[in-house]
T-cell receptor, first 111, second 116 residues
Framework: AQRVTQPEKLLSVFKGAPVELKCNYS??????LFWYVQYSRQRLQLLLR??SRESIKGFTADLNKGETSFHLKKPFAQEEDSAMYYC?????????????FGTGTRLTIIP | DTGVSQDPRHKITKRGQNVTFRCDPI?????LYWYRQTLGQGPEFLTY????????KSRLLSDRFSAERPKGSFSTLEIQRTEQGDSAMYLC??????????????FGEGSRLTVL
């Protein structure tokens, strides 16, 4: 069975400090990994996906297959980064967006 | 706003009543998903349509749940004989297939169900 684990329910970081949101997964195969974000009073939306190898709003995430991790990082936190973050995976062989989500981490940036 | 819309946003009902939620996806999207989110949890997959065909249903979707997408546009999710355990946020999402888009779901604001 596939599973996504986000060990931290809450994370508080000072503005300007580095941020790391942890995500570990269990999956027998090569999944596709994503980070979704939900800002206050907004909809859940895609932040980034590992296959794109992109940096969005200063965030990056590297897929480490050996450690089965996909941690989200940002070198300098900004107040607007405060939000709920969900790690998710899908089986690329499905050809659809049936995502398995983690339980989420609420990130609070302290001014 | 041309995003995914859901109706109603909030529904309070008594145990045993039936409820129906509606989802209007982004117009050019042919895939539509229903997820359920309970407090402290991430969204959990319920079911998925490609056009009007319901291609997959989760084991979470008991016999009391039924979803339809009759014309491949809007979708409804009906819960019969509601139970307190059905209280949750019901999220609808849509997507457009394509190698570059895989994994990107566009979510609605959700329909929050409270069963008393």
């Amino acid at each position: 069975a596939q599973r996504v684990t986000q060990p931290e329910k809450l994370l508080s970081v000072f503005k300007g400090a580095p941020v790391e949101l942890k995500c570990n997964y269990s999956y027998s195969g090569s999944p596709e990994l994503f980070w979704y974000v939900q800002y206050s009073r907004q909809r859940l939306q895609l932040l980034l996906r590992h296959i794109s190898r992109e940096s969005i709003k200063g965030f990056t995430a590297d897929l480490n297959k050996g450690e089965t991790s996909f941690h989200l990082k940002k070198p300098f936190a900004q107040e607007e980064d405060s939000a709920m973050y969900y790690c998710a995976l899908t089986n690329p062989n499905f050809g659809n967006e049936k995502l398995t989500f983690g339980t989420g981490t609420r990130l609070t940036i302290i001014p | 706003d041309t995003g995914v819309s859901q109706d109603p946003r909030h529904k309070i009902t008594k145990r045993g009543q039936n409820v129906t939620f509606r989802c209007d996806p982004i117009s050019e999207h042919n895939r539509l998903y229903w997820y359920r989110q309970t407090l402290g949890q991430g969204p959990e997959f319920l079911t998925y349509f490609q056009n009007e065909a319901q291609l997959e249903k989760s084991r979470l979707l008991s016999d009391r749940f039924s979803a339809e997408r009759p014309k491949g546009s809007f979708s409804t999710l009906e819960i019969q004989r509601t139970e307190q355990g059905d209280s949750a946020m019901y999220l609808c999402a849509s997507s457009s297939p394509g190698a570059l888009n895989t994994g990107e779901l566009f979510f609605g604001e959700g329909s929050r169900l409270t069963v008393l």
